[in-house]
């Protein structure tokens, strides 16, 4: 399962990052709405600060390796909460996906700067076209990019604290390979794998001085979100049988 883009490849969705410029871009809009851009996707990144949300509709799994939060959309390439461009109302949608298109970067001064996807069909970049709320006002953000700029500058701290809470799951060594044998009510079999869950025995096994560092941290009630969100495979299992044949 392709949980997470790889480092060295673009991030998921993003076509064409380009540094957003109020000289290069200054007619530039961006459209709402439609995500059909995730349609293909059966998994997207969370953060620690979305696990009680996310945990409500989706199971949390861990990328092999780099154990970076991932909700399951989909037992296959496909996102099971989009239908005709649109998420489903009763359902959570991640932070990450109502970011895009855009993302911040940070360099090696530590300096950021807000990229956008110059290919995404919510871009508009021609001039003449007046769909869509606009970026720039005279040469600085409008409300609408400010609004963006706000949203990922929380989103990038919250993707820092994200990181070290996954570093920590893989120093404790309590994350467990596994791999969902599903059979569908059709009888089709489908496999899922390539990614880690938390061990309850090891988790209930760590330290008295680890639990309590977790506790202050927060880092508890996010393995519990995680526990919890994994009963959520048989909702999904649901949902993808019930797709027309």
Not at 68 to 82: D, K, M, Q, W, Y
Not at 145 to 162: G, K, M, P, S, Y
Not at 227 to 239: D, G, I, Q, T
Request: charged share 20%; with cysteine; net charge negative.
């Amino acid at each position: 399962m392709a949980t997470s883009p790889d480092r060295g490849a673009l991030p998921l969705f993003f076509r064409k990052p380009v540094a957003l410029s109020s000289e290069r871009h200054a007619h530039w809009r961006v459209r709402q709405g439609d995500v059909g851009f995730a349609a293909g996707s059966a998994a997207v990144p969370i953060v620690v600060g979305e696990f009680a949300a996310a945990a409500r509709d989706y199971p949390i799994l861990f990328a092999d390796g780099t154990a970076a939060p991932v909700a399951l959309l989909g037992l296959e390439a496909r996102n099971l909460f989009i239908a005709d461009g649109a998420w489903d109302p009763a359902s959570y949608v991640p932070a990450y996906v109502r970011r895009y298109p855009f993302t911040t970067v940070v360099d090696p001064q530590g300096n950021h700067a807000l990229v956008v996807d110059a290919e995404s069909d919510r871009i508009v970049a021609d001039s003449d076209i007046s769909e869509g709320e606009a970026l720039f006002a005279e040469g600085k953000p409008a409300v609408p990019l400010n609004n963006v700029i706000a949203f990922c500058q929380r989103f990038h701290i919250d993707a820092e604290a994200t990181e070290a809470f996954a570093a920590a799951l893989l120093a404790s060594d309590i994350l467990v390979e596994r791999r969902a044998d599903i059979t569908l009510a059709a009888g089709q079999s489908l496999r899922i794998e390539g990614f880690r869950i938390v061990d309850e025995a090891r988790f209930r096994a760590l330290e008295a001085d680890k639990v309590l560092d977790w506790h202050q941290k927060g880092w508890l009630g996010l393995v519990s979100f995680h526990l919890a969100s994994l009963a959520r495979f048989e909702s999904l299992v649901s949902r993808h049988s019930a797709l027309p044949a």
